[in-house]
């Protein structure tokens, strides 16, 4: 009777430390999961506190380029900030000032004012009895340089035709028409021949016509000569032409391909015979490829 009961108390002894033995595995591995959980709260613990450093050699170009793009972006805003009336014919007009200010400010008329009257007085208006100063119009515009610029132009004419020389003005710059230079012939003393060989598009100069004492067109302001130089005024008499600008004779054959030439079918000729103008270049006794006239009553 006794060896049974000795090998009931053998068994339960075996079961007793194999259910210890998985007690003691299960605490092993809830520990070493908590050391791991521990481990990683700690290595992001350690990351909050410390990040990552930036190097000083890239911090010092994120600084430059900072400073670069807040120049940039005050220079625009003070070329945006441009006062219209404080720009001179010539300016070169940004195109962040026109998408903000808009292309039709820059077309304007006005009578002379007392600093346009003072630039002219004596000069392209000489005190006369034949044309008022109340009778012309200064005349803002934009024009498309030869450099691909927007420019400042201006020009002097009579209040009768300052309307249509104000709508050619504005087309031809849509459509990138190009025009070197647009100045009051008064920047050049009032001399013909010195601004068409600066090849400056120009209108109103007070003289008469060559041999008689009858006001020109230009002396009425009724005319506009555009880019003179490529598009001169010849005039043959007794067997002796003439060109004017002298520098222009290198543009004296119309059947040459040369750039800013004047000539059928071109849109400059198109408008300004839209509104009205006689074109020089299709006289007969003289050939101005840079004039456009208008006859008003």
């Known amino acids: 009777m006794g060896r049974p009961k000795h090998r009931k108390i053998y068994i339960l002894l075996v079961i007793l430390f194999f259910m210890a033995g998985v007690l003691l595995g299960i605490r092993y591995f809830q520990s070493k999961e908590s050391v791991e959980i521990r481990k990683k709260d700690a290595a992001s613990h350690i990351k909050k506190e410390h990040p990552m450093k930036i190097p000083k050699e890239t911090e010092k170009a994120q600084r430059e380029s900072e400073k670069v793009q807040e120049q940039e972006s005050m220079e625009t805003e003070e070329k945006a900030e441009v006062n219209i009336?404080?720009?001179?014919a010539g300016d070169v007009v940004e195109d962040s000032v026109l998408a903000q200010k808009g292309m039709e400010q820059f077309f304007y008329k006005e009578e002379l004012s007392d600093e346009v009257f003072a630039r002219m007085d004596g000069v392209s208006y000489p005190q006369n009895a034949r044309i008022g100063r109340d009778e012309l119009r200064y005349l803002r515009v934009l024009h498309t340089g030869f450099d691909g610029k927007t420019h400042i132009g201006e020009l002097v004419v009579n209040q009768k035709i300052a309307d249509d020389v104000l709508d050619i003005m504005k087309e031809l710059y849509e459509k990138r028409y190009p025009i070197e230079k647009m100045l009051l012939i008064d920047e050049y003393g009032a001399d013909d021949e010195a601004?068409?060989?600066?090849?400056?598009?120009?209108?109103?100069?007070?003289?008469?016509?060559?041999?008689?004492?009858?006001?020109?067109?230009?002396?009425?302001?009724?005319?506009?000569?555009?880019?003179?130089?490529?598009?001169?005024?010849?005039?043959?008499?007794?067997?002796?032409?003439?060109?004017?600008?002298?520098?222009?004779?290198?543009?004296v054959d119309r059947n040459a391909d040369f750039s800013y030439k004047?000539?059928?079918?071109?849109?400059?000729?198109?408008?300004?015979?839209?509104?009205?103008?006689?074109?020089?270049?299709?006289?007969?006794?003289?050939?101005?490829?840079?004039?456009?006239?208008?006859?008003?009553e």
């Open 195 to 251: 601004s068409m060989s600066d090849n400056n598009t120009s209108a109103f100069n007070y003289r008469t016509i060559a041999g008689t004492d009858r006001l020109s067109k230009h002396g009425q302001g009724l005319a506009v000569d555009i880019n003179p130089r490529y598009n001169p005024c010849v005039r043959t008499k007794n067997g002796i032409t003439t060109v004017e600008p002298q520098n222009g004779s290198t543009y």
């Open 262 to 296: 004047i000539t059928e079918g071109d849109l400059c000729l198109q408008l300004f015979s839209e509104h009205g103008f006689t074109w020089g270049g299709s006289w007969n006794s003289v050939k101005d490829y840079q004039h456009f006239e208008k006859a008003v």
């Open 85 to 88: 009336t404080e720009t001179q």
